[in-house]
């Protein structure tokens, strides 16, 4: 079974213009996350898909592999399935560009459920949210799970909703981690398929497959990500580093 991994860069963004190139300890953000992703044990090849020469250039210039794929994809998902369309591969990772630290252990634990059960759709991680205030915060997206760890919601509200507050609203709380791992056709399908209403509702695209009727493994995990979109979060994460 043949796994690939995308990373989706893309030069424009409204508050952090050109984040994949912005310098991190002498290296350009998009380079950690290739370094880190390239070390997960169930990958066969890693790729950036970028809108940019500039970017390509420099994926280039540190010895891996980039393709360009068109300005006009309105999404992650949308880019990786352009990139992966003439790929020879079962499984398709799709790597958020802006997580410098990511962790190679977190890819291969998202990648095996599919491995293992022939009948899941796509995967994606979770970890549990211990900050109040990410809680209510609407950029944290959140997931609630069934009892075989399936998703049966993602939202920028507050979910699940407590109704006697005594159990804490984080004894159940997870946070959604942009990583998704989908059956190569599956990727094209839903690339394929218009918005649907709770995605365009919620600026979700996860749950255009939700509604769609395909099932998300949501594999928990405590990997925190340290994500980049933000001047304030480049600060952070290089003190990090």
Known sequence: MKVVAFIPARFGSTRLEGKPLMDIKGKPMVQHVYERVARAETLSDVTVATDDERIKRAV?????????????????????AEAATGVEADIVVNVQGDEPLIDPALVDDVVRPLMDDPELSLSTPATIIDNPDEF??????????????????????????????SGGPLSTAYKHIGLYVYRKDVLLRLAAMPPTPLEEAESLEQLRALENGFRIRVVKTSYNPASVDTPEDLDRVRGMF
């Open 60 to 80: 280039e210039a540190f010895g891996a592999k980039a393709v360009m794929t068109s300005r006009t994809c309105r999404t992650g998902t949308e880019r990786v």
């Open 136 to 165: 209510r915060d609407p950029n944290v997206v959140k997931v609630v799970v069934d009892t075989r760890g399936n998703a049966l919601y993602f939202s920028r509200s507050p979910i699940p909703y407590h109704r006697h507050p």
